[in-house]
């Protein structure tokens, strides 16, 4: 359930600059992203620049800065996955979904991101699906995956 940002302001009542990305990651974890009207308001709050807020945000590779969509695909890209084809898996996937990495699909369903580690080396290489993970996955694998959230879409 989404929160809106005021509310979790009231979970920092000593706001300050230590607060910076525990609060981020709370707006982000309700939102799924961080826009800049949110940056804004966390700026106000904790009395930092905007400059400096998107400094730290856009230093950590875990904020976004645009919507995931709703089945949000993760793509390990880790050394296991990379040396068993991760990297056809992602251009197969970008095919599919009509899509590059970092996008989401214009309907908002698909949305794609390269992670470095997804930390299940053995089921390489491994793709994640709002953290539902597909082991093992080939080419040929990825229409079938797709298609059953496709499949949950419709229902």
Request: net charge neutral; hydrophobic share 35%.
């Amino acid at each position: 359930m989404k929160k809106n940002v005021e509310s979790i302001f009231e979970q920092y009542p000593k706001s300050g600059r230590p607060d910076l990305i525990p609060l981020l990651q709370d707006v982000q974890e309700s939102y799924g992203w961080l826009s800049e009207e949110n940056v804004v308001k966390v700026s106000q709050f904790l009395d930092i620049p905007v400059s400096n807020i998107f400094g730290v945000a856009t230093f950590y590779n875990q904020f976004r800065f645009q919507p995931v969509g709703e089945y949000h695909i993760q793509v390990c890209r880790g050394t296991a996955c990379h040396v068993l084809g991760s990297s056809t898996v992602l251009k197969e996937i970008e095919k599919q979904i009509k899509v590059k990495a970092g996008n989401t699909t214009k309907d908002g369903v698909f949305s794609i991101e390269i992670v470095a580690c997804i930390g299940a080396c053995g089921l390489a290489p491994v793709i994640s699906v709002n953290g539902e993970f597909h082991a093992k996955v080939t080419v040929e694998s990825i229409k079938s995956i797709i298609d059953s959230y496709k499949t949950i879409e419709k229902k």
